[in-house]
Nanobody, 123 residues
Framework: QVQVVESGGGLVQAGGSLRLSCAVS????????MGWFRQAPGKEREFVAA????????YYADSVKGRFTISRDNAKNTVYLQMNSLGPEDTAVYYC????????????????WGQGTQVTVSS
């Protein structure tokens, strides 16, 4: 079993930055893809960013490319999401997820989830 716990959300003004953290414990962390997803009110959960475990490639949704950066610190079993140039459209609950199967953008196929952390961007 894998436990995932996010932190770092909050309220920020448009144009500001936040860094989310995701601590992972349980089975071998290094064998898992790590991803960030978000869900805004009334909308479906969507892919934001991910990093594969086996080749360290990173993937981003077009809406965040160039503004968000995903990174992982294997020594700390932690993955981060640095979010810059935030806008009101980024307001959502952000979820961290882990999965050991074939990499996918489809959130429904990811196995392990955190409880989510709220990010609110005021205009």
């Amino acid at each position: 079993q894998v436990q995932v716990v996010e932190s770092g959300g909050g309220l920020v003004q448009a144009g500001g930055s936040l860094r989310l953290s995701c601590a992972v414990s349980g089975r071998t962390y290094n064998n898992y893809h790590m991803g960030w997803f978000r869900q805004a009110p009334g909308k479906e959960r969507e892919f934001v960013a991910a990093r594969r475990w086996n080749d360290a490639n990173t993937y981003y949704a077009d809406s965040v490319k160039g503004r968000f950066t995903i990174s992982r610190d294997n020594a700390k079993n932690t993955v981060y999401l640095q979010m810059n140039s935030l806008g009101p459209e980024d307001t959502a609950v952000y979820y961290c997820a882990a999965d050991s199967a074939r990499f996918t953008y489809d959130w429904e196929k990811w196995d392990f989830w955190g409880q989510g952390t709220q990010v609110t961007v005021s205009s």
